[in-house]
């Protein structure tokens, strides 16, 4: 790659779309840290809220740095895995529910044909909600499942939350996830792509409504020790404060709060779990081998050979071969 090209890839990252959502989310991080400053400080100082921003506990902790590590591997290697985008799979099973749906009802041209306003806001709205119960779905399936639980539990296993956290994602959960992601709201364009002809998603000022959601979920902030709530709203966005409670270590706080964007999938489901207000929450696994998880090969290669050992298990169970001792977690 000569200089050229590396400027081109830097300015393509580097574009105005990017630059806004990038500026958006550091907006919404700092009003966020001002707010829940503001609620608990009994005396204010730019000091002070820097210190309640970045407390040096938190930013020091082995769990942040691992954070910080991961989060830098994961940028650097991801391109070289071709994990396949989302879309792809939406794209994919979009496109086989359009042929299968219009051989079975006869439907060979879009019955609504161009989309006007309408149309495109309420195809918004029903994606959002497929791509919402699906990431619900899958969510809640990583936690019974102790299959996905090993990857899952890389997310897990932050010990301080410190707002890349939310990357804390092993690759191979990500692909799973987004292959997972491609079926309902795949089915739910394809069936839009029999209604109107190239539907498309709203923007507000330009950014795609998906961006607009993922700053709205607030994904950053809720990763983070800021417990920011929604008030009345609660009943259908889900607040940070609510999401910080699922990564709590408490019993009675087990496999609550599921959501991503809405909040009435838990509600609807029996799972939801509403915090006292400024709750605390001590974040983290209760494994024994939970330090093992602050290094790189414990979020990379320690969650793969674990899964690798319950694999074995189950085959050696299925083929009525005697479990072997345990010497370890």
């Known amino acids: 790659m000569d200089v050229a090209d590396f400027i081109q890839r830097i300015a393509a990252k580097l574009s105005g779309e990017n630059l806004l959502a990038a500026g958006l989310l550091f907006a919404t991080a700092l009003i966020c840290a001002l707010i829940a400053y503001l609620r608990t400080a009994e005396k204010y100082s730019f000091a002070e809220f820097f210190e309640f921003a970045l407390p040096r ?12 590590l991961f989060y830098v591997t994961r940028k650097a290697i991801m391109p070289f895995l071709l994990i396949p985008a989302g879309v792809t799979f939406v794209v994919a099973v979009g496109y086989a529910t359009n042929r299968v749906l219009g051989a079975l009802f006869g439907i060979d041209q879009p019955i609504l044909g161009e989309p006007g306003p309408v149309t495109v806001v309420v195809f918004t709205a029903t994606m959002l909600l ?42 191979l959960d990500e692909l799973m996830n987004r292959a997972w992601d491609g ?32 700053i709205l979920m607030m994904d950053f902030v809720r990763h983070t020790h800021f417990k920011i709530s929604f008030g009345r709203l609660n009943t259908i966005i889900l607040c940070p404060h609510w999401h910080q409670l699922h990564h709590s270590t408490a019993p009675e706080h087990y496999d609550k709060n599921f959501g991503l964007l809405f909040s009435f999938w838990d509600r609807v489901f029996g799972t939801l779990c509403i915090p006292k207000p400024n709750e605390d ?19 990379y290669v320690l969650p793969l050979k674990k899964m690798g050992r319950r694999i074995a298990r189950q085959v050696r169970r299925l083929r009525g071969v005697p479990a072997q001792p345990r010497s370890g977690a």
Not at 57 to 68: Q, Y
Not at 282 to 290: C, N, P, S, T
Request: some cysteine.
């Open 281 to 299: 929450f001590k974040f983290g696994l209760v494994d024994r081998d939970v330090a093992d998880y602050q290094s790189l090969s414990g979020l």
């Open 57 to 68: 506990e938190v930013m020091t902790h082995p769990s942040a740095r691992a954070d910080l």
């Open 183 to 214: 079926v309902i709201p795949g089915i739910c364009f394809g069936i839009w792509s029999l209604l109107a002809l190239n539907p498309v998603e709203l923007t507000v000022f330009g950014i795609n409504v998906y961006i607009m959601r993922n």
């Open 130 to 171: 497929a791509y919402d119960l699906s990431y619900y779905l899958y969510h809640t399936a990583q936690h019974r499942y102790p299959f996905l639980w090993e990857l899952h539990k890389v997310h897990h296993s932050a010990e301080v939350m410190v707002g890349i956290t939310k990357d804390r994602v092993h690759p």
